[in-house]
Each structure stands twice: as C-alpha cells, then as structure tokens.
C-alpha cells in the first residue's frame, strides 16, 4: 500500500500523523466518544476501528450513531453523512446517561487552555463573567469528564504557548485535580486523562496526575515543547519520538477524511510540516 | 406543571406562533448545532421584536448568534454557541458576552437535560454527576448541592427548568401537532415534554397517517401550535429534506463579524421578508440534491 | 457500573443464558401484566434449580408466580402480582406472602422506574413523587427522604437499582442482540440499560437488517446473550406473533391454587421438559391465529 | 336507538349502569387513565369518549394507548387489541412522568379497602408483612394517586360490608388525608378523590375530604349504603337516585365491551341486578 496522499505528494503531513497519533491512544474493544467541533478526534476515532482497534465501539460525535461507516467527514458534527450505516443511534440521554454511569471508556476532549492536570477551559479566555474572548463552551464535558473511563486530550495549538497554562482562565472539563481537590476528593467516577496528544509531541500522566511528554514529533525538541509549555513540565527519561503512521493508517485517514476536514484544526504552518520519504 | 394540549387543529402562521413568545421568557430552541433549528420561528421572532429572551438548550450556532444579534437576548444558557471548527466562534455572541451586553449562564449537555427531566418528572430538582470542581456552578447561583440520603456522598443538584415555551422544526407532522423527526432528536423530545408551550414548524404538513407510518416523535397532546415553513430550518439541515447551506452560513457569520450595517443589512435581506421571498433568495431548493449521490453530498460541504 | 457488551455473535441456549443467573442474584423480568414476558426463560431457571432470588420489576404474573411456586423466590419487589379480575390473585405468591416463606416489599410503578433510572443515570439516588403518608415505605428501610436543596420541600428518595440480570423476551433480534420489540416497552428498556447483565430470548433470531427495518428497541450493547426461543413468551402474549393463552393460564392458576401435587404435576409436565415439546403440548401454534379477524382475535379470550 | 341488551332483554343491567355512572365522572377535555385490573373504569373511559365526553383524551391502561378505539375490551390490560386506531402510545416512563407533573386530569382507583378519606388498600388485607389475604399490588398508584388532578374511585363490593372501613390494613393510594397529614401537609400535588362510585350508589367528597353519599341505585336505601359501610357516613341533604343511563350510553357500554369483562368485578347476586323497562 502507498503512503502517497491524496495530492500525490510522497510522505505524510503533520495532520494526518497527528490524527494517526490520536486514534493509537484508542485500545481495541474500547468505547469511544468524541464531542462536536472535534474534526481531528472523530477522524481518529474511524482510523482506530479500520485499523488496530477494530473492536472498538465508537460513538460518533452529535449523532449517537454507533459504529458508522461514513463515506466522508462533513464539517458539521451533527450530520446525517455521519450515520451512514449505523445499525443503531442512541437516543441523547441514552449516551449521557451511559457515559455518566460509566460505560464509556474513553473520550476525546480539546481546549482552548489546557493546565498540567489536565483541566481544560473551552468557555473563556479571560475567564467569566468578563470573557476577553468567549469561547463556544463545553458541551457535555463538565459533567462526563467525571466520570468517563479515560480521557485523551488534545489540542493542536501548543506551538502558540498560549495553550497549555499554568491554570486555566475558567474550568470547564475536569482533570486530575482541580483547585477544589482531586478527583476522588470531589466524588468522580472517570479515570480521568491519560494521553495528552499535541502538534509538538504526546504526553502521558504521572502518578500525581501531571502531564508528562514522552515523544516528540521529528521536526521538534524537547526544549521547544519546554519553551511552549506554560507550565513546569515532566519529561519522559526516555522521550522518544512519536511512532511513525504506517501506510495502513494513513490510507485510513485519507480514506475516511476525503474533504480534509481534520485540517481545520491547524494554522498554515502546522499544515505545511511533511514528513518521510519526501519530506 | 405542564398540561395537555387537545385541541384538534392547531395550525397557525409564523407570527400567530412566536406571539406565543413573550418579552423576556424562557424559549427553549429544538435541533443541534447546525441541525434542525427551529430557523424560520426565530426569523419570526425577530421580525416580531421580541427582547428580553433566556435562551435555553444544549449546542447551538445561528439560531442562537441571530437572536442575540437582532437583540432578542438577555441570557444565554446552553453548553456551546458557535460554528464548530469550520466557521469558527459565534460572532454576535461572542461579542455580546465579552461587551457585558449579554449574560452567558453557560450550562453543560448533562446538567440541561437533568433541569429539563426535573420539569418532566415533576420534582422540584435533580442530582447530577460531575460539575463538582469545574467553574460552571460560578455562572449559577441557582445550581447547588445535595447530600446522597443513601451513601452521604455529596453531588451536583439542579433545579427543574421548565421553559416558557419550546420552539422546535420538524421535518414532518400533522394539523394537530405530532411531528416526526429524524435522529439525532437532541433535546426536542424533552423540551416537548417540559415546556409550558410547544411551538412547532413542519417542513411539510401531512396526513396523520404519513405521521404515522414514519413514526411519531413527539405527540400531538404536547405540542400548542404548528405551522407549515417549507426549508424551516434552514440555513441549517433538515433530513431527509436538505443539507445544510455552508455558503449561507458563511455570509451570515460574515455579516454578524462586521455587525453594524452589515449585520443590518443581512436582516433587511434574509430575516425582514417573507419566508418565500427568503427561500427564493437563499436557493434553498438545491441543497435536496444531496440524496442524488455520495459526490454531490460532498460537494456541498465544500 | 455497566459496562457494555460487544460481542458480535452472543447466542447461546436456554441453559447456558440461565447460568448468568446465580443463585440470590436480583433479577428483573421484562414485559407486563401476561405480556411478553420472558417465560421460556423462567422455565429454564426453574429447570436449573436457582434459589434466593430477589425479582424486582412493575406489573407480573405467572412468570413470578411460578418462580415463588418452584421456591426459586426470595424477595418480590414488585408492584403488582396477580391475573387481574380475569383469573385473580396470584396463587404461589399469595401462599408464600400469607405463610411467611416470601418476602413481598411492594414497590411501585414509579418507584421502580426511578430506582432504575438513578442506576441508568450513575447516580445513587433520585427523588420521587408520591409515596410519603402511603405504607410502602414501610417495607423498604433502604427508602428514604430529601429535602429539596431549592424549595425545602421534603420528597421520597430511593437509592439506584441496579439488577444483576434482566430477562428480556423480544419477539425478534439479531445474533448481535439487537432487540425489537412491540410497545409497550413496559420497563425494558430501563432493565437494559439499568441492569449488570442483559439476557433476551426472541421468538426469532433474524438478520440484523430485519431488526433495523422493523426498529432496533433494544440495542447489542447493553445485551449479553441472546437465545432464539420460538413462542418463548409463551402462555403470555408476544405481538406481533401470538396472543396469550388464556386456557393454560387459567390451567396454571388451577394448579398453582392446589398446590403440592397439582403444582409438582404442572411443573412436570410444562416445565421439566424442553421447549419443543412444551410448544407441542400446549398447542401454542394456534394463538397466531389472532390476525385472521376481531372475531378470531376475541375467540381467544372467550 | 334500543336500550335492548345483546341478549335481548329488555331494559339494563347494574354492570352496565354502574360503567355509565363511573363515565360520567369524566368532564369532556380531561385526560383520564386507568390502571390494570380495572375492567370496569376501562370500559367507562370508553363510553365517556363516546358519548358526553368526546375531547378527553384516553390514556389506556397498560399499554398507554392515546384515544384507541379496540373493538372489544379482552380481558387483560396488556394487549395489542387495545391499541386500535391509537396515533400515539406512550412509553411507560412518559406516561408516568405526565402524571407525576401533573398533566393528568383524573384516574380511576380502586380497592380492596376504602376509607372516608379515600385512602386505598390494594396491597394485603390484615396488612404486611403479616397478610391474611395478600392481594396483587397497587401497581403506579402510590406516586400518581398523590399528583393527578382528582380521582375517580370505586368498587363493586362496598355491599360485602368489608371494602369501605374505619381504616385500611395497608395504606397503597392516597385519598385527601392519611394518618402522616393531610395531602397539602405532605407536599402532595394532586386533588385527591372527587368520586366514589360503587354498586350502591354515587358518593362525592366533603370539603374536609370524606366520602358523601350523594345518589343510590333505586333498589338501594339510604340505610342499606350506611349499613354496608364501616366508617360514620356523611349523606347529602338531597340524595338522590343514581340518574338512569341514556340509551346512547348503554348502547356505547355494549359496543366498547361485547365480552362483557365489566362483569368480572361483580359478583352473581349483583350481575342479577336489572333496572328499567323490563327490570
């Protein structure tokens, strides 16, 4: 199989190994979830069920359709493209009830401001009730990043170093500790993140519930990962580089992603980084 | 609490059905994110001049953006405004909660569906898992706690929310108001269910029997008035009428980043006519071709 | 909690679904009243022995009748045992609460629904309408009060009910367990969700397209195994298929209200036996005939 | 249109009169319910719907059918031929989440002991857990008994002397007082009985919430209703006689009920019962 894309270029782009990246955090038989506005985590989830994971269940975005087969990503989480195939579309508080019981394993959430626990803010910069920037808002995560199995968090902004803060302007998704105690000191059920997947590498979670950076793409350093982190950072002993897609993967993210949508997720120069053969 | 409505015939026009909307009320919004907005009501709303409104719901985009826009809204709760990652933030929100002139009690997915239950089920409040630790409960003095009689664990309680009236878009129903509607339903069945009023827009009104044989969503005993909108929702999507309009949505996010004479002058155009003057305008008629092929649903999209 | 079960291929038998079944395990029963309920399966847990049990559910009757009557019962927390004014109490049941060797804390209907629901939701308790100066509580120390952390109003409480198994009957459903079933629903769906263990029989397994078009109720994921039991609901009714038997009902009540012998007798020759010859004996073929006219259909219940 | 019965004779039977006398408790436009086990208040809600009271809206016992039209009654609550022509069935849970909030107008209760409050016992004659006579379950009565708009209650054995008594073994359903306090003290959202039908005669509730012997069948006396009760009866100034059944009611109760399930609430002496031309 070619890890030619779609444009006839050799090699692969950041996005299609970031959404690579993102869909390995997904283990085989897991259930799986992604919120709306999440291009990058619903074509990740699609690649994990066509690849490694394929006995995974996956819960597609603002549909509830479960398992899908779509035959191409709409711009838009809430589409009817996006149950082609399902056998069966829970109704919206059948999901909710689920992931607050705690039948789902996973789900993917993102930030606008991310902190070392993981706690993220997708309402406000600036904070409430005087935004500097209002942002769309959480959706559900305030109450299912409780008490969902595992999250994978991700953001493709880190570059900026205005993403991942030493505290958040408004807390909106739970991580592992917030100001007002740790998960299990507030009752929640969810195991809370366990990956941390950005444009510059991916993070694990220590014991203390830190994010700690265990590879970096090819094309970054640890100190540039340091540099854009806004808060103390924990490295890996052994920080690596983040496992190369195999064709397999990329003919899925170009297969299950025909209009690119995964690329709004990334600024011009994040979309211009090519690596591989002819990178 | 919430009765039955029973009349035989509750067919209406437009501005019959938004009068059912009062200055500052509490209107629950059907559909999701840029499906199945109750799009031709909110027009309505707008021409009737309607302020004050507390929006309520889960993920909304231009329904909600309009309303605040046009100067409809005093408070915003729902868990997302804005136009996912294609066309970004939501502009008349966004601008109005950072200039103060809008109050954002910004909720979340579980929590609005608990409020909405507790009006349902009659109870005067519910437990909810999570928010615990998050900053919501700063946005709602009204959300508080409850001790578990049971394990003595402390959890998350809100209120019952009952709106004043639902306004939701179908693509089908009948002269007394059951509706059919395609999944994902959102919250429309539990709005049907907790609101005082219903308010409904069918693309097309049919026999109760074509209601039938599709499958009745929500039932006509819940629902206070309908009225036929052709494209109702749109520029949202309405399956397995139409697609949704990207292109329109782009001018309109467009027009409301301007605001000013811009955003006036997307009023003039789209929102102060009639909604066959809008559909002539707008083409809405071709966003149907998505059903021809998987190339021409994906060549609306781009 | 529950988590899901994604197994593609879930059948198995009659004895082998049973086996979920421990001994003292807290069991639902699906259906209603003499309505699909699963009795092919109860026959199966009759035939294994099971002892202790605590079934838990809303309106039953033989299907909890014959397990009190076959001492597989412990506890019944049910809201209501019987055959209505046709054939009347029910005879296991009634002798078990009248001498003391069953244990029946009455719930009801929506008691047991939101018990349900709060295991459903994740959370260990939800309030409740009703209940308080009513003498169930009296029966249930597990039961409590809240005081509403809004109005000061004090309401029921109960805590979450989460069954270890549920035992479904559905008319159809797939080798994946997807289930179809005909309203009502009763509280199926609810034992589905809400339960550990989720064990359905069907009247026929099909091919999953066949569960699609006619609508999937309950779906694979929360359905651990799946057994194709023809005329399993059997003397109870399972539309579209048969109606109930109203002869051998009234056969069972004879039985059941002798006793000993009679009882020993009914169980020998209808439950200690497999299904086909049980289908064969009680001649349950002929219960389709319901379709055929009003006239057909109201002869059965003569 | 003939009063003449299906099987000939001329006149009507109390099965019948005592279902019109249980209809006219329903007001055109309410939405009324009946349980399970309850042939008679199922044939009434019917006749009402045929008759007087064509915009109430009929939810069907168990199957939570909206405005069916069955073209028999078969004698269990649960069954498809009670569906007919219905539009809509609601599920159980948005049945009971109406009557909880209050969206149901009226719902026929019965029992097999009655107090003058109108508290119901359906649960164990002697009381639990020590029944002497354990009787089937109040099924959704101990919640929606306390929240629907008003009640209609009756019984067909108020002459057995046992079924309307000083105070009931087992207190299932709510009448408009109980030992814990009144419905108002108890946070209780529904009206409480309005009716007490019964083979007897017609009785409505006082406004401190006891039964009033308002009308009596014509072979019933006054003293023959107080002799049949256990509690001090409260009798309006001007009793009545039970008003006679129209023969567009009677001919609604014969074409809703052609199996005659009413009658399983009756015992022999009072199926004998006939009234009118030939009586």
């Given at each position: 199989m070619s890890t030619q894309s779609a444009d006839g270029a050799q090699g692969w782009s950041l996005d299609e190994w970031f959404v690579v990246a993102l869909a390995r955090t997904v283990a085989d038989g897991e259930v799986v979830f992604h919120g709306f506005a999440s291009p990058c985590a619903q074509v990740a989830m699609h690649v994990a069920r066509r690849t490694h994971a394929p006995g995974s269940m996956l819960v597609e975005g603002a549909t509830y359709a479960v398992n899908p087969e779509p035959a191409f990503v709409p711009p838009t989480s809430n589409d009817l493209a996006l149950h082609r195939d399902a056998v069966y579309r829970m109704r919206f508080e059948e999901f909710f009830d689920a992931a607050c019981r705690g039948a789902v394993d996973r789900m993917f959430l993102s930030g606008g401001q991310i902190d070392a626990y993981g706690n993220t803010n997708v309402t406000a910069i600036g904070g409430m009730?005087?935004?500097?920037i209002k942002l769309g808002g959480g959706g559900g995560g305030a109450n299912i990043s409780a008490t969902i199995g595992a999250l994978t968090v991700w953001t493709?902004?880190?570059?900026?170093?205005?993403?991942?803060?030493?505290?958040?302007?408004?807390?909106t998704d739970l991580g592992h500790r917030t100001p007002a105690g740790t998960r299990a000191e507030l009752g929640h059920t969810g195991g809370g993140p366990q990956w941390l997947v950005t444009e510059l590498g991916v993070l694990d979670y220590t014991d203390d519930g830190r994010a700690r950076l265990v590879a970096t793409f090819p094309d970054v350093t640890v100190a540039d990962v340091e540099k854009a982190t806004g808060f103390a950072l924990t490295v890996a002993d052994d920080v690596g580089t983040v496992p190369e897609p195999t064709p397999a993967e990329l003919a899925a993210v170009r297969a299950v992603d025909p209009l690119g949508v995964r690329r709004l997720e990334f600024g011009p120069a994040d979309l211009a980084r090519r690596f591989g053969p002819a990178a | 609490m919430t009765g039955f409505h029973l009349a035989a015939d509750k067919r209406t026009t437009l501005e019959e059905a938004v009068a059912h909307v009062r200055d500052g009320a509490t209107v629950a919004l059907g559909g999701g994110l840029a499906a199945r907005l109750p799009m031709a009501l909110v027009r309505a709303l707008v021409r009737q001049g309607t302020t004050g409104l507390r929006v309520v719901g889960s993920a909304h985009s231009i329904d909600v953006d309009l309303l605040v826009g046009a100067g409809a809204v005093a408070v915003c709760e729902e868990s997302y405004v804005g136009f996912e990652?294609?066309?970004?933030?939501?502009p008349a929100f966004r601008r109005g909660a950072e200039s103060g002139s809008l109050v954002v009690r910004e909720s979340s997915c579980v929590t609005m569906l608990t409020q909405l239950r507790a009006a349902e089920m009659g109870v005067p409040f519910l437990p909810v898992r999570g928010l615990l630790g998050t900053d919501l409960p700063t946005l709602h003095p009204e959300w508080g706690t409850v001790t578990c009689?049971?394990?003595?664990q402390v959890l998350a309680a809100v209120p019952a929310l009952a709106p004043d009236v639902a306004l939701l878009h179908a693509p089908i129903g009948d002269t007394a108001g059951n509706l059919h509607l395609d999944q994902p339903y959102v919250l429309d069945e539990r709005f049907a269910h907790a609101s005082r009023v219903v308010v409904a827009s069918v693309d097309r009104l049919v026999d109760t029997a074509e209601v039938v044989a599709a499958g009745?969503?929500?039932?006509?005993?819940?629902?206070?008035a309908v009225v036929e909108a052709p494209f109702g929702a749109h520029p949202t999507s309405c399956y397995p009428g139409y697609a949704y309009d990207r292109s329109h949505l782009a001018e309109y996010v467009k027009a409301a980043a301007a605001g000013g004479e811009a955003f006036e002058a997307y009023l003039d155009r789209y929102v102060r006519v009639d909604e066959q003057t809008y559909r002539d305008l707008t083409?809405?008629?071709?966003?149907?071709?998505?059903?021809?092929s998987d190339e021409q649903w994906q060549e609306l999209f781009r």
């Open positions: 009730p005087h935004p500097k493709t902004r880190h570059g900026s170093g205005r993403t991942l803060v030493e505290a958040v302007d408004f807390l | 990652q294609d066309l970004g933030l939501a009689p049971f394990t003595g009745v969503t929500v039932p006509a005993h819940v629902v206070t083409g809405a008629e071709r966003l149907t071709a998505w059903s021809a």
